[in-house]
């Protein structure tokens, strides 16, 4: 086994859910502020993923106050604490970017149906 494959599988998580673009989901992070650490929540619609393996990561944007606000985590990084899922969306791309023109109900996601 190679130093990358070693060093990789140390720091990969494996409790990650299964998630995809489209789907609305929940970010517990931990933020650590002097001594202190407490979990911030970021709730949003994941627009990307990208990267692979230890490196891979995520970009979740919300609304905040009329303002759109995009956030890039690093999917395996230890400051985030959990992930949970909210919703599905059922979406036709793997790159959401569009969504960053659209306003009001032309930004809305259909929902998965399960079967």
């Not at 905040?64 to 909210?86: C, D, Q, T, W, Y």
């Amino acid at each position: 086994m190679s130093v990358l494959k070693s060093l990789e599988a140390k720091y990969r998580k494996s409790d990650i859910i299964e998630f995809s673009p489209g789907d609305t989901i929940r970010v517990h992070v931990k933020i650590k502020e002097g001594d202190k650490e407490r979990i911030q929540v970021f709730q949003g619609t994941v627009i990307a993923r990208t990267g692979g393996g230890i490196s891979e990561s995520f970009t979740v944007r919300k609304l905040s106050s009329g303002v759109g606000v995009e956030r890039v985590f690093p999917l395996h990084s230890p400051n985030i604490a959990k992930i949970e899922m909210i919703k599905q969306g059922r979406v036709r791309r793997s790159k959401l970017y569009y969504l960053r023109s659209l306003k009001g109900k032309k930004a809305r996601i259909g929902e998965k149906k399960e079967e």
